[in-house]
């Protein structure tokens, strides 16, 4: 039974509460407290408040009680503050959420009433604000004034210039103070920003590059300005004054002048749920709101994130430290400057579910503990703990972490707007995370983020991450780290260090992280890339459909079970008795090793496709008891790569698993979840599909399979692939390609590897294999001469 007291005034004094709350021996009466949106957005943020007072003192005197809020638009100037006062209890916790049907928007914007005047193209009116960063109009961001103009059509950063801060440009800024130059890290791992503090001589003086924990100066192509009065130049770009208090925008044609409602961003977050170590927040719920339009944060992104590649601002749309059992279930996240959901220090119990996050600038979901609970932290990728003063003790040193936690079927895509070293979901310092059939797409870097291994126990299943790594590289649809404390930078040091304390590695990572049932598709990297140190795993039962999976400098990775798809297992530097295990997989490429002279425990009982893969690991000594075959799958053209009766892959001990259970469950999100693309199929040598042609980079290739056509392109053997046709502008076309070359080869100078092509399966695989380097270098046969050509594979 419940009693309801309704907030719907058009003056905060005329709200009142005397409703009487009456118990019974059998049942507690709950009190729902509803607040209607005002014309006035201060009075609407004064009646939230009331009706949060109320509940409060009604949960004082152990009396449940909801907040619910009618449907409109509410305006919130500093972020709700939901602490410990506000706590539930386990069977009925508080309740802040949207009235059932309604939909409630929390926004982080001030609307404003504006006078627009004509300044030749531009539109201007003078408005009050301290400063903003983001401008929306009839509720469409706009575009801040910038150099290169926004191109939806471009990769990375939807335009990007070499010249963007040139001496040249700079010279035709008069005061460039508060811009902003935005770049990629100068090895493309992750995104760097700079405020412009000024000019002197020409040259600009800058503030940040913090932003990456992997320093570095900004890279040389990869970058853009922003905020920039002179760079104010085309529709819908706009730019304020902050000294004169003006607001310049550039119309587009079809802008009504007299309808026009004005919008600017005013706070960070919207709901804060933070508690205290001694006094957390507890069994609160948070659901059905809209939330939408904060400020950007790149510029106090600065916490490093012990030695991996991340630093964080703790904040977000919703935050949440110091809590139990809190559950933010069923929202939308739009339009947001930075975070969608930060999780912060003690956190236990946390669910995140069943939410939309879209056009954001930073990361999603995101669990971060502190670094004081890390025994003999390191903060900087060069940065280590001597073995002589470390602290040896097994497991985190207090409970300031994030645990038992689940984030379960949400739709997560288009994040990472601003941010570029940003997740879909990203967990550190934290331990037994579910994350759990959750659809992430269109993302710059990892679609699934694990920064370190403190302290393990994460189940990653049942999750579709595709359409990851579109604006960095050398990354993956999950990636991992593993510099914990016993990792070393320098490989020496690690040799010696992994033999005389053979177990350290287990000190951090207690429990092992289990990756299992998903579907991964990178575009500019691995599927699955567990990167330097990257320890106790186990990976089964997984699709990937495009950059296959790396280990590399870890201990027991136990891999099996997989479908490796036009890509295959890339193991990378391993160290001697590292426990690793690849069996029973089917793999449609042969190995990829980089400097690996150890093998760990197994690889063995693996499907290729072709002979010419499994002699060349036989070679290698590896795969006594593997084959070669079609695998058979039931139907690839629709995701379907479980293995019919009569395939090979059943003798080896490869089981079928489910192929229908990937991402979101929600009938309201899986109708509006993406899919990704399946791939074509190089199944082996012989195959009648090497005659088909195949698209690449802007180009067709075909494999060259005839004397003639050996004779008429002048090649030593019939073998390359044929480029038939060469798109104008396109990457190909860029980097030099030409109809009727052949590419021959595939190579790589920093580790001297090279991939023969003899036809368009090879040279797929070998770009699948590579692409995380953002570049292609080939060797190309033209006129009987041999040429090395780069193909620029961001662009």
Excluded at 58 to 78: H, I, M, N, W
Excluded at 297 to 324: C, H
Excluded at 749 to 776: A, H, P
């Amino acid at each position: 039974m419940r009693t309801f007291i309704f907030l719907m005034c058009s003056t905060l004094l005329a709200c009142s509460n005397d409703a009487h709350i009456s118990h019974t021996a059998t049942e507690q009466k709950k009190t729902v407290l509803f607040v209607s949106s005002l014309d006035d957005p201060k009075l609407s943020e004064l009646a939230i408040n009331k009706a949060l007072l109320d509940a409060k003192a009604l949960l004082a005197t152990g009396k449940p009680v909801e907040v619910r809020l009618k449907q409109g638009t509410y305006y919130l100037s500093k972020p709700i503050q939901l602490d410990h006062e506000y706590s539930g209890n386990q069977e009925q916790p508080f309740i802040f959420a949207a009235e059932q049907g309604s939909r409630v928007v929390l926004s982080g914007a001030k609307p404003l009433s504006v006078v627009w005047q004509r300044d030749g193209e531009l539109l201007k009116a003078v408005i009050e604000s301290d400063g903003f960063d983001q401008l929306f109009i009839n509720g469409q961001k706009q575009i801040r004034a910038r150099y290169p103009n926004y191109d939806p059509e471009v990769k990375v950063f939807n335009g990007y210039a070499e010249d963007a801060i040139s001496s040249a440009r700079v010279a035709t800024w008069k005061n460039p103070k508060g811009g902003v130059v935005h770049a990629l890290h100068e090895g493309r791992w992750g995104g760097m920003h700079y405020l412009i503090e000024g000019k002197e001589q020409g040259e600009l003086k800058l503030l940040g590059g913090f932003q990456n924990n992997r320093q570095s100066p900004m890279h040389t192509k990869y970058r853009y300005v922003e905020n920039i009065f002179e760079e104010l130049d085309a529709p819908s770009e706009w730019y304020f004054d902050e000294q004169t208090d003006t607001l310049y925008f550039y119309p587009p044609d079809d802008f009504d002048l007299s309808n026009s409602e004005i919008e600017i961003t005013s706070t960070n977050h919207l709901i804060e749920l933070v508690g205290s170590e001694s006094h957390p927040v507890k069994n609160i719920r948070v659901e059905n709101f809209v939330f939408t339009q904060t400020n950007q944060t790149f510029m106090q992104t600065k916490e490093p994130l012990l030695r991996s590649d991340w630093a964080v601002y703790r904040g977000g749309a919703v935050l949440i430290s110091n809590a139990q059992k809190v559950e933010v279930k069923n929202n939308v996240f739009k339009e947001l400057g930075g975070n969608a959901i930060f999780v912060s220090d003690y956190s236990r119990d946390i669910k995140i579910a069943g939410n939309e996050i879209y056009n954001i600038g930073a990361s999603a979901v995101s669990f971060v503990g502190s670094a004081t609970a890390v025994r003999s932290p390191s903060f900087e990728y060069h940065q280590y703990v001597n073995i002589d003063k470390m602290d040896l003790a097994k497991g985190p040193k207090n409970e300031r972490y994030p645990s038992n936690s689940v984030v379960f079927d949400n739709l997560i895509h288009d994040i990472g707007q601003v941010e570029k070293q940003v997740a879909g979901v990203q967990l550190s310092m934290s331990a037994n995370v579910t994350v759990s059939h959750n659809t992430i797409y269109r993302v710059p870097r990892a679609g699934i983020n694990v920064s370190e291994g403190t302290w393990g126990g994460h189940v990653i299943e049942h999750n579709d991450v595709f359409s990851t790594v579109l604006e960095t590289g050398d990354h993956g649809a999950f990636n991992s780290w593993g510099r914990d404390r016993f990792w070393h930078p320098d490989r020496a040091k690690m040799n010696q260090l992994a033999k005389e304390y053979p177990g350290l590695y287990r000190a951090d990572v207690i429990k092992p992280i289990i990756i299992r049932n998903n579907r991964f598709q990178c575009d500019y990297g691995w599927d699955i890339d567990l990167d330097d140190g990257s320890s106790n795993y186990e990976i089964y039962n997984n699709v990937l459909l495009s950059g296959g999976l790396k280990l590399r400098e870890g201990f027991r990775r136990k891999v099996e079970n997989n479908v490796i798809l036009n890509n295959s297992f890339h193991p990378h530097v391993w160290f001697e008795n590292s426990e690793d295990i690849f069996r029973k997989n089917i793999v449609l490429a042969s190995h990829k090793p980089i400097l690996n002279n150890h093998w760990g425990q197994e690889i063995d009982f693996n499907l290729f496709t072709t002979e010419r893969a499994l002699v060349k690991a036989q070679n290698l000594g590896l795969d006594k008891h593997s084959t070669y075959g079609n695998p058979q799958f039931v139907d690839p053209s629709t995701g379907d790569y479980r293995v019919s009766a009569g395939s090979p892959a059943l003798s080896l001990g490869f089981k079928n698993f489910a192929m229908d259970q990937f991402g979101v469950t929600s009938p309201r999100l899986k109708a509006q979840a993406e899919s990704p693309s399946f791939p074509n199929l190089y199944l082996s040598s012989n195959d009648t599909q090497q005659d088909d042609e195949l698209a690449l980079f802007g180009a067709t290739f075909k494999s060259v399979t005839t004397l003639g056509e050996q004779s008429a392109l002048g090649i030593p053997e019939i073998a390359g692939a044929l480029v038939t046709h060469v798109k104008h502008n396109s990457q190909a076309d860029e980097a030099g390609l030409v109809k009727g070359d052949v590419i021959l080869r595939v190579i790589d100078t920093e580790f001297s590897g090279v991939d023969k092509i003899i036809n368009i399966k090879d040279l797929l695989t070998s770009y699948r294999s590579r692409k995380w380097r953002g570049e292609l270098e080939v060797v190309v046969v033209r006129n009987q001469n041999e040429h090395v050509l780069v193909v620029n594979l961001l662009d």
